[in-house]
């Protein structure tokens, strides 16, 4: 009976055209955002972006003190949403981003509004700490992973809550390959089997068997470099997750402003492009009235999975060009929250991959 539901589903989807998902790509699965209280045009930004839900994700919403930047929710024991982010100070533009700190914002739904609740570490640092990205831990313990200004620093704690504790900079073993900007951009998550994987912005795949500093060892060249047909252009940001029994990867093109989309059976090798990601030029980030807006960077993507599925990503947004962003001028940055269909997206990636299984020289796709 598997085999005959097998043959019907590649059946079925290698009739083309009559399958929507042949032609469907990551971008393709956002949905329709719901509106918390009402779509504003008095707030900050430029009129480019488009009346706006102030209350959606993490933002100074009097745009006054603070420009927020990454992202990374994590839903707690509690029933709340804790999202994860870097902070500094609005009057110094963009530019300020430098001087970043960890924060720690709560919300009652996925969507927000986030209510700041402070620095991640006042006692370490000052609580510097830029690229924050976060993680459930097997033992159900938490960490945070910070780089860029910090050499991929890593944080513990019990509580999503705090108090966080410094367990020191991740370790790198090039295995032969190239080392360079392993600890910049960083995205990890833990595999199945209680491995770390992390994905820097160089695109090699490190892998930890030692727990959360490492050291983890380089797994070959960058992938970035060579997976057939993916835009090698100024690539940075990944973010990478495991659903539907793929490993998935979004990447951003920071001069193209698009994003691309992969996928791997095994996290480590067989990365396969899979299109477009993303494009903030795109009318994929609209609410449930039809309402389209348009940020002219969308960035650090994140992704909250529940149920097994992608259901929302994150992105750190700004209105303008960085360099646009003075300070003290009505522009800056925040983090929005977009629902997704990921259940939809492993659906039909499932089924791309029953059709290549089907194909000549095709091969099963295993996952640990």
Known sequence: MKTFLKLFAVMSFAAGASSPAADKTLIDYFLPTPIHARLESNVWGAA?????DAQNGLEDTTMKQWNYWD?????????KYHIFASRWDQGNGHGGWGRSVAVHAVSDNPAGPYIDKGICWPDNQGGKGHNVTAAVLPDGRYAILVSDTRPGDVFTSSSLDGPWAYQGPIQVDANGFNARSTTANLSFLVRPDGSYLIVPRSGAIMLSTNGITGPYKIQGPSVFQNTPGLPNINLEDPVVWRSGGLYHIVVNSFSTRKAYHLTS????TNWTFRGLAYDPTSNFVRYTDGTVNHWNNMERP????????????TFAVIDVPKGQDRGNDEHGSKVIVVPFDGAALDRDMQLQNLLIRAQPGGSPAQSP
Do not use: M, S
Request: hydrophobic letters at 35%.
């Open 265 to 268: 059976p095994d996290g480590v």
């Open 302 to 313: 994140g992704v909250l999975v529940e149920n097994g599925h992608v259901a929302y990503f």
């Open 71 to 79: 992202g990374q929710i994590i839903k707690g024991p509690d029933g």
């Open 48 to 52: 480019t972006v488009g009346p706006r």
